[in-house]
């Protein structure tokens, strides 16, 4: 762990930022070894790599909030920098200076690293891009394009507050997107794949590399010979994995309490109350040991953990950051998460998911006459307020007479997330997630995303045929 700020001057600069009235203030710092490399077409474009420095500070004055950063982090600009943003605390009640006595958070770490990313030599790096390019070209004449990339990171974090707490964590994550593009004189259709984790080098030789370069260059192969995708009101399968993401986008978004909080959540006040059909339970985990969202603590220092969001259909529980919580008088659930030291933390997902259920995948894909298989997810885009979504299907599949039939393209699914939890009517049981990037006013964090494959009993499929 890398010394970033020690007792003394955290003392100083959390007394400075209560003294004129604020009830609480937190000090973040962080050091962000990050690189990235990129090849296009089986030819390095981008190597970057370097270091994100600095210190937030954030003053509580009940509700209220005031945030600043710097990447300065001398004794003598965090004085200033706390003595100023008290300035911008109105209450009138003086706390004055007190002295912490910082008790270490002595949170275990679950997450084993064997090799940290950069001890492991750029060209190793270069070498499975290569494999994932060579198999993506080899794999049809119709892949006209490639883009691989490797991105790798070392971020270590101090949390200090006016609480006493001292909270430290080291979070290694690795990361390669295999991305390969087929087309036609009038088409082009893509295939990705983007695996990641919480963990060291040692990752990357459990993948077969060769495979990725294969299934994304399959998917786009597949797709750009498809016919186009029927629309309408139908049921739709949503396989394993990134099918998770209409989850997280349309409802987990939802069930945070950034949104929760001022009212603009469709599950507000719906604690206790059926949401999803039975067959449903999402869990939002951030302990699991090595997953791509996963953190010793959060944001706020305090220990992740798993929080069952829905149970059997019924909302259990909201994703809770501290200062939310104080809003709803709720504790928060170690969900406080932000991108960099450049941003306030708030409630966030980290590796959400809906848990196994009790049917086979061959019994849901038979217990459908007629509908749209979604094999792969796409992008989409959601408004957490009312969740209504629209996403694409990367991959699809006509279900007929109970069995896939031919592949279909430009899917779209819309509809809303509340409907869809109720719509649900099987679950499977073959657990899988996906790791991507979430984005909200926190800034980027890592997610994972998943579920088993689950039947819904109708969708609005856009489709251009």
Not at 102 to 111: C, D, L, M, S
Not at 261 to 284: H, M, N, Q, R, Y
Not at 363 to 375: M, Q
Not at 439 to 450: I, R
Request: aromatic share 6%; glycine share 12%; net charge negative.
């Amino acid at each position: 762990m890398i010394k970033l700020v020690n007792p003394a001057l955290a003392n100083d600069v959390i007394g400075e930022a209560v003294e004129s009235g604020g009830d609480f203030a937190e000090l973040f710092v962080e050091n962000n070894r990050k690189e990235s490399i990129i090849m296009r077409n089986g030819a390095i474009e981008d190597a970057v790599s370097g270091i994100d420095y600095g210190c937030g500070l954030r003053i509580f004055d009940g509700v209220n909030c005031v945030y600043a950063y710097t990447n300065d982090t001398s004794e003598q600009n965090l004085i200033k920098l706390a003595r100023d943003s008290a300035k911008a605390v109105k209450s009138k009640n003086k706390n004055g200076v007190t002295v912490l006595d910082f008790t270490k958070n002595e949170t275990a770490n679950n997450h084993k690293i064997e090799i940290p990313p950069f001890d492991a030599a750029k060209k190793e790096k270069v070498k499975l891009l290569r494999i994932a390019h060579n198999a993506s070209k080899e794999y049809s004449a119709s892949i006209t394009q490639t883009i691989d990339s490797f991105a790798g990171s070392v971020q270590n974090i101090l949390v200090a507050n006016s609480e006493g707490l001292w909270a430290e964590d080291t979070r290694v994550r690795g990361r390669m997107m295999v991305q390969a593009i087929a087309s036609s004189e009038t088409e082009k259709q893509v295939g990705y794949l983007s695996p990641g984790a919480l963990s060291g080098f040692e990752y990357f030789a459990n993948l077969d590399i060769k495979g990725l370069g294969i299934e994304a260059a399959r998917i786009a192969v597949t797709m750009l010979n498809a016919e186009l995708c029927p629309s309408g009101l139908m049921p739709v399968v949503i396989e394993n994995g990134f099918g998770g993401v209409i989850f997280h986008e349309a409802c987990g978004h939802s069930l945070e309490a950034a949104s929760v909080a001022k009212g603009g959540s469709v599950f507000c006040g719906k604690l206790g109350e059926l949401i999803a059909a039975p067959c449903v339970t999402a869990i939002d985990d951030g302990a699991i040991p090595n997953a791509w969202g996963s953190c010793n603590i959060d944001d706020e220092g305090a220990a992740t953990k798993k929080n069952i969001l829905i149970e059997n259909g019924i909302l259990k529980s909201y994703l809770v950051d501290k200062l939310n919580g104080r809003k709803m008088g709720t504790a928060p659930t170690g969900s406080g998460r932000r991108e960099s030291y450049k941003y306030a933390p708030t409630s966030r997902m980290t590796n959400t998911y809906i848990a196994n259920g009790k049917s086979s995948v061959k019994d849901i894909i038979a217990n459908t006459e007629y509908g749209l298989y979604a094999a792969k997810m796409g992008g989409g885009s959601v408004e957490p307020a009312t969740g209504e979504f629209n996403f694409a299907v990367l991959e699809g599949y006509i279900i007929r007479n109970g069995k896939i039939a031919e592949p279909v393209r430009g899917a779209t699914l819309i509809g809303k997330g509340s409907e869809v939890l109720l719509n649900i009517d099987m679950v499977g049981n073959n657990l899988d997630r996906a790791q991507g990037m979430c984005g909200s006013e926190s800034g980027a964090v890592p997610t994972d995303v998943g579920q088993p494959m689950i039947s819904v009993k109708e969708i609005t499929v856009g489709g251009r045929k």
